[in-house]
């Protein structure tokens, strides 16, 4: 029921999800008669992959505005919880949603707890990079505040899904700062540079300015949520601004229109690549099972590549991979009562280490 | 002395500078050896204009990659230091730099110290937005943490700069944030919200996301040094990687290149205006003169870019307009024990409030 789109673009990606993934089931929670609206609208397909489509009535939707803390208090029948409930009792292995985020995390967290004594899941997209690449910038919002264990958390998890996600044998992983010296920055990010010059295992590159998140040079950045969110929507709305300028100087300032004509198709695939200066599908890290979030503004065709990641991290048990490596490779000192979001009312990150 | 380019690019940008401005005289402070053959390189030109021109011989010179802490201990005949005793002394009226910035704000603070008790100078330069206006981002890196006191001292600072050097009514003033709900975002960024919206005074329009920054909505943007020189770094990065990207997709995908061919001088344009996506010439605001810092990567145009934004700040005499508005209108509960910039050696803000 979420996203700018609502069923209109979810219905849409799930049908054309099942018809290019044949072993794919899908159970899509909202309001029937929207539900079905939304699959009247499809053109006529292939009968046997909407056999393997399963709708499920939930009475109540949560606004996109509604506060974390009133949902949590609110209807259990919503969409969210209901899809929720289904992937914590097995039912289903992945979650995938355009709806509220701070709903989705406070949910999430209530249905399917954390792994490894991790407080509070990190959001995770890959943004683009010179070299036709990917780089994983996280968090993106979850963790307002991120003291240097978090950090560290942050990097740990990055590592884990660009190896398994990726199959990258050693993805560089880099901090967020002001300046590549080691005097720069935070006392969080001066303490978590020192903590990650220590893992042996991972190959850790050390600070990296913002430039570098697109550079290509580094495979996993780790910021706090603030950053990390500014960051991202900065760059959105940057690359928004570049592709219409971009199409107004082949509209403003030729005679003839000819080249902005034939350019137009190379625009066209340009937009493609960049905007909205994400690969569609952020996932929550760090949750004892599989939510991938889909952006709010994304269509079928990029709802439907937030199901691909969803049915990558199922591949690759993803959360199982991040229970294991987290609890090898980090000292466990967050305190158990932080696993499950109890109250989820504060959107800062609360660590009890 | 400073800046990729060095001398060179200085050189040329006095001199640009001074024949575009009649009235303007300007001192260049460096290595001898390095100015006279700067000036050697030169094209022979307007006799006049040189006659302009003053050169001081200065022995030392700050490394890029000096830390501020031993460059305050360090010798005082640097090219950094002697331009910013000028303009202490009143000899000159504005000092411009594309040398070590930590230096910069540390030096300047020193010789210049700050204004209405502002404990710590902001850095701010102008964004280019949607609709060929443009935004000031501040802070951009000197105060990688602020309080709700410092980001209310940012809102007045950026506000009165885009009131009197763009000759604004009403700037319209936003702190940036994860989202536009008030319960979003850290404490501090709150606290400033709450205080801010007592500022009849001021047009200001509460939170707003990252991609704000570039919507054309708003003239100021408010954040910490560290958020902001992120979010301006990864922006200069994108960009980049974005413009690279328009010159491929014209260079590779056509079977003939013509199309390519054609639309070059608009791709020059194109990066003239958004590379590297920011007016050259940031602002340190709340010092107790004009200093602008020129982009390290910035060639003679940009250089001069700065010098006429200098120009500009003199103008409106800035500084004492910052003193003036910032003591009617904000508490001064900042110790005075802060006005001269002492140590430096921390990178952080050190407020007293």
Same mark, same amino acid.
């Given at each position: 029921m979420g996203g700018d789109f609502g069923p209109r673009a979810t219905v849409s990606a799930a049908v054309r999800a099942l018809q290019a993934h044949p072993r794919l089931h899908l159970s899509l929670f909202g309001q029937q008669p929207a539900l079905d609206e939304a699959l009247a609208q499809?053109?006529?397909?292939?009968?046997s992959s909407l056999s393997r489509l399963t709708l499920h009535h939930s009475p109540a939707v949560v606004a996109e505005d509604a506060k974390p803390s009133s949902v949590l208090r609110g209807? +259990? &029948?919503s969409s969210l919880s209901m899809m929720l409930d289904c992937v914590a009792s097995g039912e289903a292995q992945a979650a995938v949603s355009a709806g509220n985020t701070g709903a989705l995390m406070a949910l999430s967290r209530r249905a399917l707890g954390t792994v490894a004594g991790i407080p509070r899941p990190a959001i995770s997209t890959a943004v683009p990079t010179r070299g036709k690449g990917h780089c994983y910038l996280l968090d993106? !919002?979850?963790? %307002?505040e991120a003291d240097a264990g978090r950090l560290v958390d942050f990097a740990l998890m990055g590592e884990v899904m660009a190896r398994r996600i990726?199959?990258?044998e050693r993805p560089r992983v880099a901090l967020l700062n %002001? !300046?590549?010296? !080691? /005097? +720069?920055? /935070?006392a969080s990010v001066r303490e978590a540079d020192a903590r990650l010059?220590?893992?042996?295992?991972m190959d850790y590159r050390g600070f990296i300015e913002? &430039?570098?998140?697109?550079?290509?040079? %580094?495979d996993v950045v780790v910021c706090d949520g603030f950053v990390g969110n500014a960051v991202l929507k900065a760059s959105e709305g940057l690359a928004r601004m570049l592709i219409q300028r971009v199409q107004q100087t082949f509209e403003a300032h030729?005679?003839?229109r000819l080249v902005g004509f034939l350019a137009r198709p190379a625009l066209r695939r340009l937009r493609g690549e960049l905007d909205p200066v994400r690969y569609n599908g952020a996932s929550l890290l760090g949750l004892g099972g599989i939510v991938v979030k889909s952006h709010g503004s994304a269509d079928a065709i990029g709802f439907a590549h937030a199901i691909s990641r969803a049915m990558q991290e199922v591949r690759e048990d993803l959360p199982s991979q991040l229970a294991h490596e987290l609890s090898e490779r980090r000292p466990v000192i967050a305190s158990v009562a932080c696993d499950r979001g109890d109250s989820g009312t504060d959107a800062r990150c609360q660590t009890n280490e």
């Open positions: 499809l053109p006529r397909g292939d009968a209807s +259990k &029948d993106l !919002g979850a963790n %307002v990726d199959g990258l %002001v !300046g590549i010296e !080691g /005097t +720069k920055g /935070t010059r220590d893992f042996n295992h913002g &430039d570098g998140i697109y550079s290509g040079h %580094v030729w005679g003839s």
